[in-house]
């Protein structure tokens, strides 16, 4: 029996020597931070890592110091056009004095959340329904600042502040997706004739611009023609010319009479008459012509008469 107390005793004497000791040593780990109070008293702060706690003389409150997140229960916000929507955010902000967290405040998340809301309420109140659907971020901004501000004394910064939704009554939604419908509509409405518009001027443009290049091309080719034309004629006078030239100068060189001068011009004026011409002109000169034409008659008369002076011609 007394075996029996004696084990008993000594489990006792082990437990309670092994709670000692885990109530003298605790572990803080790195993202935390502990208060140590001595009689219910403030009396340090312990780091992370291995901290020895006297059991029955200190407590030791252990504050997480990581970043955390409020959510804003959804409440219902009268705009400045006395239109009712329902606003939720959340919170992120993280501790910077564990002492002011745990000694200035009683319910940090509940003190934070009724904060939020109220101030959610002003800010959104003060704008109209439109700006507060398209002002997300400035709603954000200043309900920042405000928190910030207000929660420094309890020993934490705001990080930020994030509008989850806003959401106007479903006649009003209604109303807005009718509008954002018409408008559509418009939009689709103008780009289209915007559209036809552009087609009709490309149209004109490329009808436009083929009458000038055929007008161009037509003009070109008359150029050409006409170039053509004049370089024949050109050619041919320029022929004719040498043609003449050469004439001249073997009848120069010939040294022809006028008896051949005078029928030459005889065998062209017999081309002349055979022609369809109604009308011949004559040279201003006609009589010089005629005296010379009259020079070889009197030349073959000479000629016909010396050949019947000749003997054995009757």
Known sequence: METLFAAVRTLLIIGILGVVVFRIFRIIRPFETGLVERLGKYNREAKSGLNIVIPGL?????????????????????????????????????PTDPRKLVYNVGDFMTAATKLAQTNLR??????????????????????????????DKWGTRVVRVEIQRIDPPQDVQDSMNKVMKAERDRRAAVTEAEGLKR???????????????DASGEAEALKQ???????E????????????????EAIH??????????????ESLEKVANGKATKIFLPA??????????????????????????????
């Open 58 to 94: 200190e407590r030791i409150i252990i504050v997480d110091m990581r970043e955390q997140v409020i959510d804003v229960p959804p409440q219902e916000v009268i705009t400045k056009d006395n239109v009712t929507i329902t606003v939720d955010a959340i919170i992120y902000y993280e």
């Open 199 to 213: 087609a009709a001027i490309l149209t004109a443009e490329g009808r436009k611009e083929s009458q000038v290049l």
């Open 285 to 314: 000169d006609l009589s010089a012509t005629l005296g010379s034409i009259g020079a070889v008659a009197e030349l073959f008369k000479d000629t016909d008469e010396k050949s019947s002076d000749k003997p054995g011609k009757k």
């Open 253 to 266: 060189k010939g040294n022809p009479t006028n008896d051949l001068i005078a029928i030459k011009y005889l």
């Open 122 to 151: 002003n800010v959104v109140g003060d704008l109209e329904l439109d700006a507060a659907l398209t002002s997300r971020e400035t709603i954000n901004t200043q309900l920042k600042l405000i928190l910030d501000d207000a929660t």
């Open 233 to 248: 004629k050109i050619a041919i006078a320029e022929g004719e010319a040498k043609a003449i030239e050469k004439v001249f």
């Open 225 to 231: 023609v006409a170039d053509a034309q004049k370089y």
